[in-house]
């Protein structure tokens, strides 16, 4: 399996320093979302997963405007570590508007969480799409700077550590691939935070 773990383009909030309310994408970012959905135009994708903020709606929306036919779910596990602990995303209108054709994921606020918890939320997300996707698809989520760190350290299979995180610019490619050699599952990290289709 192919996994591209992504953060979304950049918001108000992330100039203005509150990354953790539902801030819409700023101009700079719809820009680098279009060059996103470009980047992954030619490439075969099975399944699209995204948190059910905005800013990760339309990303994730950018790429599967060249994807008519990949099933995009909106997945409330997916939210960023921060937000606010009884705001479970966009209303379902709202996600429609954006993604017509997207599946929403059963809705839930994600309460009080410290690191523990939200590390233990990225590994039961990460084990559940390994077992929801065959083992050669590929499959991508858009989610958010801090909590992508909780998502590449549950991918890896790494511990969590105590004041550790992974760097995720905005639009920031992570690609994990589980593979089978010599009858030997493994796991590699391909690339962390790649941001080519900037340049």
């Not at 099975?46 to 036919?69: G, M, Q, V």
Request: proline residues 4%; negative net charge.
């Amino acid at each position: 399996m192919l996994l591209y773990i992504i953060r979304h383009g950049e918001t108000y909030g992330n100039i203005n320093g509150d990354g953790f309310t539902e801030t819409d994408l700023t101009p700079n970012g719809m820009r680098q979302i279009a060059f996103l959905g470009k980047r992954f135009k030619d490439t075969e994708i099975d399944k699209i997963y995204t948190s059910p903020l905005k800013r990760a709606i339309k990303t994730a929306n950018a790429i599967k405007s060249f994807h008519e036919a990949t099933p995009l779910v909106v997945d409330f596990s997916l939210l960023e570590k921060g937000t606010d602990p009884d705001y479970s995303g966009l209303p379902d209108e709202e996600i429609l508007k954006i993604s017509p054709f997207a599946k929403i994921g059963e809705r839930k606020a994600l309460g009080k969480e410290n690191d523990e918890k939200a590390y233990l939320r990225a590994k039961e997300f990460i084990e559940r799409i390994k077992a929801e996707n065959d083992f050669n698809s590929t499959v991508v989520v858009v989610a958010h700077g801090t909590f992508n760190s909780y998502l590449v350290l549950a991918a890896l299979d790494f511990p969590l550590k105590e004041n550790f995180n992974f760097s995720h610019l905005n639009t920031g490619v992570t690609l994990v691939n589980y593979l089978e050699e010599n009858g030997v599952l493994k796991t590699k990290l391909k690339y962390l935070n790649d941001t080519k289709h900037l340049d």
